[in-house]
């Protein structure tokens, strides 16, 4: 788990995340597909910028919002947007 | 009726030329001649239109959309507006320094698709000698960083080699390969009879497809979606009429559906004519599947409607002549003999008199 936790997450090869004005969402772009984010998702991916650790992510998104206590939920998503395929440790 | 929600998927059509001349190829018999493509400033307008109410992918497509030279231009554009382009190729027209400059100009994808994985027979369906060459231009993608996707079209000719195809593609490290069933429209459906493969060969494709699946997870993801013939339940086609789809034919006919022109009783419009913000919201054409007010009897009362929409329309108009019938390769279609004839007729080996057909334009267009 410590060694997830000094690594850092990017977004995959071939996928782009996005605003999207007329869905009123962020979005992950990939090759013929698209998924809408939920705003956590979003919030927690614009931060996977490859050079942050999951800690850095972490620290990021609780300075940004204020708030505490984020690790296991950004652990949960980092996880399951890992095993789709939307982030990868580099 | 309430305003539909917006198109995702914008398939922009640039041409029907193509070096190629597979007999699986889903463009209509009566390929539009050059002459009469749209040129680029109104390509150019149709993406800002389409993205302006809110596609967000975008295909290129064709015929082969590397014959168009002014390529380069719709794909700088395309990327300024925010789209995520995808390239959808033969690889044929392009070299290892024009994919590199659409990566500069904002490309996010090429797929490049293969006939066969061997070069015998990608050559014999392909019409040419390509297969070294796609080799090369599937290596350049990868060289230069874009997610390689490459597209097998499966048929009775090639099925028997779904292992060999995965062998090539993990070989070129491919990140995603798509097994895609012919789609029985235009050369295909006239091509039917040497194209349709038996219950066991599908059933074995998607055996060896989950085999790959399950072998190389987390480094190669693999399509195989099951031909709808064989399923008993139609697909919903195009995700459903009008609800994420919208094609741009080479004239700048904007259909619903790549197949729709000339089916029956259906008003299509031109983007020449009418703006795409029309054409997708108010337009006759788009809303004429749209909702459930068109369907009849097995469709109105199912309760799987709201799932597949009745299915493929083109292919109801194709197989029974009328495009509000429930798509035939529905089990609870009246007309599902049909399916299950064409079928029997590839269990039987029964090779066909007609000999098969490779795609060629008219001789009079130009």
């Known amino acids: 788990m410590s060694d997830t936790l000094n690594s850092k997450p990017g977004i995959a090869l071939g996928y782009r995340l996005q605003w999207e004005e007329v869905q009123q969402c962020h979005v992950l772009l990939y090759p013929e597909g698209m998924v809408q984010l939920n705003d956590t998702a979003a919030a927690i991916l614009a931060f996977c910028d490859g050079k942050r650790s999951v800690l850095g992510v972490i620290a990021a998104l609780e300075n940004e919002y204020e708030a505490e206590d984020l690790r296991e939920d950004v652990v949960a998503f980092l996880h399951e947007a890992v095993d789709r395929g939307w982030v990868r440790y580099g | 009726m309430a305003k539909p929600p917006p198109p995702l998927w914008l398939l922009a059509e640039v041409t ?59 794909i700088g554009a395309a990327r300024k ?67 390689m996707v490459l597209c097998f079209v499966i048929h009775r000719q090639n099925i028997g080699q779904v292992r060999q195809m995965l062998d090539l593609a993990a070989e070129l490290q491919a990140d995603y390969v798509e097994l895609a069933t012919a789609q029985y429209e235009g050369w295909a459906l006239l091509n039917r009879d040497h194209l349709l493969p038996t219950q066991a060969q599908v059933r074995e494709a998607e055996r060896i497809a989950h085999e790959y699946q399950a072998k190389l997870k987390g480094k190669m993801r693999i399509y195989y979606v099951v031909p709808d013939y064989y399923e008993n339940r ?49 337009s006759p054409g788009f809303n004429h599947f749209r909702g459930e007010g ?57 090779i066909t008199s007609k000999p098969i057909v490779f795609r060629q334009r008219n001789k009079n267009s130009k």
């Not at chain 2, 209509?28 to 493509?37: G, H, S, T, V």
């Not at chain 2, 509000?324 to 089990?331: I, L, Q, R, S």
């Open chain 2, 16 to 74: 029907h030329s193509c070096p190629l001349q597979c007999p699986y190829c889903s463009n209509p018999l009566d390929l539009i001649p050059k002459k009469d493509e749209l040129d680029t400033e109104n390509w150019l307008r149709v993406l800002h239109e389409a993205r302006q109410i809110g596609a967000a992918q975008l295909g290129f497509s064709g015929g082969e959309p590397l014959v168009r030279k002014d390529l380069e231009v719709l």
């Open chain 2, 81 to 147: 507006l925010g789209f995520y382009s995808n390239l959808i190729t033969s690889g044929i027209g392009m070299d290892a320094e024009r994919v590199e400059r659409f990566r500069e100009l904002g490309l996010d994808h090429i797929q490049v698709s293969f006939q066969a994985d061997d070069a015998v027979l990608n050559d014999y369906l392909a019409g040419t000698h390509s297969f070294q060459h796609k080799l090369d231009m599937a290596r350049a993608v990868k060289a230069n960083g874009y997610p």
């Open chain 2, 234 to 282: 139609p697909k919903p086609c195009v995700g459903g009429w009008g609800r994420v789809f919208l094609a741009v034919a080479p004239d700048g006919l904007a259909l619903p559906c790549h197949s729709a022109r000339g089916l029956p009783g259906l008003e299509l419009h031109n983007v020449r004519e009418r703006s795409i913000e029309w054409i997708w919201n108010e």
């Open chain 2, 294 to 350: 068109w369907m009849k009897e097995p469709c109105r009362t199912c309760d799987e409607r709201e799932k597949d929409f009745g299915g493929c329309h083109c292919q109801a108009f194709k197989l029974t002549g009328d495009p509000t019938n429930a798509d035939p390769t529905c089990a609870k279609s009246p007309h599902h003999h049909l399916v299950e004839k064409a079928i029997d007729t590839s269990e039987l080996g029964i």
